[in-house]
């Protein structure tokens, strides 16, 4: 079977951009941009660290945000945030299909996903979130 898509990947070599913060706005990007060296070293120089959500083959039990069934960030970030009413324009993203978070939960997952930004790791550092 393969795998769900994590879209809360760490920004890392090989891990691939979906969507970014555009001036704090939310927006898919138009391909599935695949990280290379350059642009890491870009993003690690850069102010802003977190204005990527990028995205990896979900690693379940590798990770610290699984359960044993499902992925908790979604109810965690709940706890912090209101989930957006109006999500017209996340029905297109690019990774709907092999999502993790909307394969639990469907669009009750995209109300929370945009308000989301994702921690950037430093390079060698050990990936565990989800
Ligand atoms: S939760 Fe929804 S908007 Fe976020 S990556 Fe998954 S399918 Fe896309």
């Not at 960030?73 to 690019?94: A, G, H, K």
């Amino acid at each position: 079977m393969e795998k769900k898509l994590c879209p809360s990947a760490p920004f890392k070599e090989g891990n691939k951009i979906f969507a970014l913060f555009d001036d704090q706005q939310f927006k898919f990007t138009d391909h599935l941009e695949m990280i290379d060296g350059e642009l890491t070293r870009e993003v690690m120089e850069a102010e802003d660290r977190a204005m990527y959500r990028t995205t990896m083959p979900c690693v379940t039990k590798g990770c610290g945000n699984w359960d044993g069934q499902k992925c908790t960030v979604p109810d965690q970030m709940r706890y912090y945030l209101s989930p957006l009413t109006d999500i017209e324009d996340f029905r297109n993203c690019p990774i709907q299909k092999g999502c993790r978070w909307y394969a639990q939960e469907g669009e009750s997952a995209c109300r929370i996903c945009p308000l989301i930004k994702t921690r950037v790791f430093e390079p060698g550092a050990s990936v565990s979130q989800g």
